[in-house]
């Protein structure tokens, strides 16, 4: 996401926190408005959970990080600051809730929050289990884990005190959409793009219930981007077009329509419960779409894998062959990477039949049992061995 999208967001997550009417707390600074800030999600709010794990969806290569304050990989997805770090700096924190899964996420530390986001997770744990990521269920038991760990080095009433004073922030659903439901055929085939959201939706309901039940009463969600502007989306779904995917911007603002519903029945069933869906999708469809309004000619986030910083590629669409090696007859994806030959930069998505393959600079084979008469195919170097690949193509996402 572009930087100028980071700041539109931390804007509304700051307004969103007046709306709440937030009470102060212990926090690490007088002028702090909330004791704490934890947050669940995915890429859009990770700060580093995923340097801890088995997955390809990591930023700690560069240009992640190199506008941030010590110019390195922090884990965050973004060149600097996410939404949440200038939501902790507009609310008077003087330093930022650690990812949970790293060192740094104890003693002292632990009393201005914790970060349990986890990149490629979703509302829906599948969705995060396909990519190795922490699923919002597992989100939910560490934070879980987190309360004891409060309760031992802050005592158990200004423990108390800081679970019902913080702001709790859950971005995520856009996984659920792209790198799962329009991929996956076991998802599109038995399920409409309403009725799935109705479904995550139900989940998201059943989650901000077990939150309440944990402590927080003031929470706010993001609600979905402009999913048909995102990089991958355009390059999958785009047909060799740079503009917006308009069906799956379309899915978003009904997801995002149930989901404010959802959140006002919910603010009206459970007591002293504060909820606030942040308007994600306006912002930053406008950015995408009217980038002249904010004195640019484009923005980069909307646009194909053709810009510095992201991986150049074609894609390879069912039995055509684009490029051919004329000595062994393989078909040949071209990756070029912005920052040189490591390949551990541009992730492999081979998406056809029941999972899709993921690999990084290495092989990765698949088998598809219901097309019949294929064989596995492999992905080494940028060759694919079989072309009855539906697509495979090399991304940076986020």
Same mark, same amino acid.
């Given at each position: ?41 995915? @890429? ?21 990080? +190199? ?15 996410? %939404? ?11 330093? !930022?809730?650690?990812? !949970? ?10 009393? $201005? ?32 884990? !987190? ?15 800081? $679970? ?10 856009? @996984? ?9 055929? *076991? ?14 939706? *139900? $989940? ?14 003031? $929470? ?5 981007? &402009? ?11 785009? *047909? ?26 919910? %603010?009206?069933?459970? &007591? ?12 930053? *469809?406008?950015?995408?779409?009217? &980038?002249?309004?904010?004195? +640019? ?67 990765? %084979? ?33």
């Amino acid at each position: 996401m572009a930087k100028s999208g980071n700041s539109t967001v931390g804007a509304l997550l700051a307004l969103a926190l007046f709306l709440l009417r937030p009470i102060g707390g212990n926090a690490q600074a007088s002028s702090a408005l909330v004791p704490a800030i934890i947050t669940f999600g995915d @890429s859009t709010v990770d700060v580093g959970n995923n340097d801890y794990l088995k997955t390809i969806f990591k930023a700690d290569f560069p240009p992640y990080g +190199r506008d941030f304050k010590n110019h390195k990989p922090t884990g965050r997805f973004c060149n600097g600051k996410l %939404a949440t770090d200038i939501t902790a700096d507009t609310l008077g924190f003087s330093s !930022y809730p650690s990812a !949970y899964l790293s060192p740094e996420a104890s003693g002292k530390n632990l009393l $201005i929050g914790a970060n349990f986001a986890s990149a490629a997770s979703g509302y829906y744990d599948d969705t995060a289990y396909l990519y190795h990521a922490i699923p919002l269920s597992q989100q939910l038991e560490f934070y879980k884990e !987190y309360q004891h760990k409060l309760s031992r080095v802050a005592g158990t009433s200004k423990a108390s005190s800081i $679970i019902s004073g913080a702001l709790y922030i859950v971005s995520t659903g856009a @996984s659920d959409f792209v790198q799962n439901y329009y991929i996956n055929p *076991h998802l599109y085939e038995t399920r409409s793009p309403d009725q799935f959201s109705s479904f995550l939706v *139900h $989940i998201f309901c059943n989650f901000v219930k077990d939150l309440y039940g944990l402590g927080a009463r003031k $929470i706010g969600v993001t609600s979905l981007p &402009p999913l048909g502007c995102l990089p991958a989306s355009i390059t999958l779904f785009g *047909h060799g077009s740079n503009e917006c995917v308009r069906r799956l911007n379309s899915d978003a603002q009904n997801f995002n329509r149930k989901l404010n519903t959802a959140a006002d029945s919910l %603010a009206k069933q459970l &007591p002293n419960l504060k909820i606030a869906i942040f308007d994600i999708y306006k912002p930053l *469809h406008d950015l995408a779409t009217l &980038p002249s309004d904010f004195g +640019r000619s484009a923005f980069t986030f909307p646009h194909r894998f053709r810009r510095s910083h992201s991986c150049t590629l074609r894609i390879l669409r069912g039995q055509e062959r684009l490029l051919r090696d004329g000595n062994s007859g393989d078909d040949i994806v071209s990756v070029q990477s912005a920052f040189g030959r490591d390949m551990r930069q541009c992730h492999w998505l081979c998406v056809l039949g029941q999972r899709p393959s993921i690999g990084i600079g290495k092989p990765s %084979a698949c088998r598809f049992p219901h097309f019949s008469g294929h064989q596995p195919y492999s992905v080494r170097k940028g060759r694919v061995r079989d072309a009855a690949v539906h697509v495979c193509v090399c991304l940076l996402f986020q």
